[in-house]
């Protein structure tokens, strides 16, 4: 099975967007600023984001599963949003286990955990920035593309993590080359991770269209009923 890397250097974060992010500003408790300011350089010393993918033959076609090689995932989304591909990309990204490990040493400090988890968002976001530009070019060659995630919609569960795993080669539940694990509820370790399903796509296909959760802060589309 082969399978690629996405690896971007750890960029420094934008202290003022991220002091934004966090609803801070010049008001703020400039001890509360500084660290902030420390917690994301220590951050950006140790953040190694990455992403693995493959890119992976439809060996056959349901109504209601898609077959990749000896993996099956079971969903009639997954099958309607396969049904003109030839291929997909199966995908996992990560933060990182260092930061991940990093942002444990903050257990016992409430407000430092909070401000370490929005760092490792960030480099989260980098990791998956690296991986479309990757895609972008070197799988699908300019050809408009969507994303489908298992667990954010009841028609594709998140329990369909496992196959997702091994459609990129896990072995028991740990994907070696970017140090991602699946626990026994199918989320994923690190937790600043997402995995997913790259497929070519012309009528601009977003998971929220589907999703009725009006209060979900990362909403990219209205909810379409019906």
Known sequence: MQYRIASPKAEPLQIGTLLEKLHMNEESDPEDIERVGQLAGEAQALAKPRAMYR????DEHGEDFVRLGEVRFSSALVAENLK??????????????????????FRDDFLAQF??????????????????????QEV??????ASMNPGSLPVWPISEQVALFRALGAEDGLLRPIGVRLKKSFL???????????????????????CPKASCPNRRAPYQEG
């Open 188 to 210: 994923m370790v690190p937790e600043k991770s997402v995995s997913g399903i790259f497929f070519t796509n012309e009528t601009g296909y977003v998971n929220c269209r589907l």
């Open 140 to 145: 699908f060659g300019g050809r408009k593309y």
């Open 115 to 136: 401000w370490a988890d929005a760092i490792m968002l960030e480099y989260h976001a980098q990791a998956v920035q690296a991986l479309n530009r990757e895609v972008a």
């Open 55 to 58: 890119v992976a033959p439809i």
């Open 84 to 105: 003109d591909c030839g291929i997909c990309v199966p995908y996992v990204a990560t933060c990182g286990t260092e930061l991940a490990a990093w942002a444990d040493g």
